[in-house]
Nanobody, 126 residues
Framework: QLQLVESGGNLVQPGGSLRLSCAPYAFTLDYYEIGWFRQAPGKEREGVSCIGSRDDSSFYGDSVKGRFTVSRDKGENSVYLQMNSLNPEDSGIYYC???????????????????WGQGTQVIVSS
């Protein structure tokens, strides 16, 4: 069973920034599409962003477009989610997930992902 580990969650004030990291345990992220998802209490899991495996094409949900940036560092074998201009609605547990894909376009449908991390909590509050 492939495993992912997220880190970087924290308490931050509105308007602040955080960078989340997603690293695999004992496998390389090459050829894996990576999705970022979040879940707030009482709400369904929401697709935030994803990055493709072929040319690092990316996608962002409407609620984070222009504020979040997903990137891949092949040397570090990690994927990052830079989150700027955070607001309380961004609070939740953030998960990264992986799926093997040779598609150019990534997707943010949770059911399509095979491997998940344990999540890292983000709290945006003054």
């Amino acid at each position: 069973q492939l495993q992912l580990v997220e880190s970087g969650g924290n308490l931050v004030q509105p308007g602040g920034s955080l960078r989340l990291s997603c690293a695999p345990y004992a496998f390389t992220l090459d050829y894996y599409e990576i999705g970022w998802f979040r879940q707030a209490p009482g709400k369904e899991r929401e697709g935030v962003s994803c990055i493709g495996s072929r040319d690092d094409s990316s996608f962002y949900g409407d609620s984070v477009k222009g504020r979040f940036t997903v990137s891949r560092d092949k040397g570090e074998n990690s994927v990052y989610l830079q989150m700027n201009s955070l607001n309380p609605e961004d609070s939740g547990i953030y998960y990264c997930a992986a799926r093997y894909s040779e598609d150019y376009l990534c997707v943010t449908k949770p059911d399509l992902y095979d491997y998940w991390g344990q999540g890292t909590q983000v709290i945006v509050s003054s």
